[in-house]
T-cell receptor
């Protein structure tokens, strides 16, 4: 069955530390890949997306993600986390349609 | 970027009543809108896809008679939870989709918290 897995439910990091959020998908073909951030009171915001081409994708707010076909992964990274990055992060995929399938999310907590 | 609003942001109702949630694209026209449901600490689950002027397409397991969707214009879609029960309590999120291009990006509303007593 098609699925998106985010293995880490909750991650805590210190401000200034590096961050990596994991995402794996299970599909027969390479889907379109997305990372969204959800902050309280705000709609989901698209951080970055991968359709094809360069497997290292740059997004907003200093985030980047790397698509690894061999591992069916699309991990999100940031070299130095800011307190304002505390939020819920969702990986999502779309396969030839506009329907998004979301992972279960990773809650990021940032300590000063 | 494109802005999507939802109203109300929070609603509490008694069991058996109906609740209407509005989703508006404020600065663009959306031919397609999506409705999602999010349970606490869980992912967003797509409920239905609505296209302006036509009937909504519901995902498997979603009761179309309970969750009525109307997409009367290119900027407004409504979700009505009919005869709401406590198990319908959830966070409902809509998204509006632009058209054209390789992939039509969805822009999300801030969500509506429904509590059924």
């Amino acid at each position: 069955a098609q699925s998106v897995t985010q293995p880490d439910i909750h991650i805590t990091v210190s401000e200034g530390a590096s961050l990596e959020l994991r995402c794996n998908y299970s599909y027969g073909a390479t889907p379109y890949l997305f990372w969204y951030v959800q902050s309280p009171g705000q709609g989901l915001q698209l951080l970055l997306k991968y359709f094809s081409g360069d497997t290292l994708v740059q997004g907003i707010k200093g985030f980047e993600a790397e698509f690894k076909r061999s591992q069916s992964s699309f991990n999100l990274r940031k070299p130095s986390v800011h307190w304002s990055d505390a939020a819920e992060y969702f990986c999502a995929v779309a396969l030839n349609t506009d329907k998004l399938i979301f992972g279960t999310g990773t809650r990021l907590q940032v300590f000063p | 970027g494109a802005v999507v609003s939802q109203h109300p942001s929070r609603v509490i109702c008694k069991s058996g009543t109906s609740v209407k949630i509005e989703c508006r694209s404020l600065d663009f026209q959306a031919t397609t809108m999506f409705w999602y449901r999010q349970f606490p600490k869980q992912s967003l689950m797509l409920m239905a896809t609505s296209n302006e002027g036509s009937k909504a397409t519901y995902e498997q397991g979603v009761e179309k008679d309970k969750f009525l969707i109307n997409h009367a214009s290119l900027t407004l879609s409504t979700l009505t939870v009919t005869s709401a029960h406590p198990e319908d309590s959830s966070f409902y999120i809509c998204s509006a989709q632009t058209s054209g291009g390789l992939y039509n990006e969805q822009f999300f509303g801030p969500g509506t918290r429904l509590t059924v007593l």
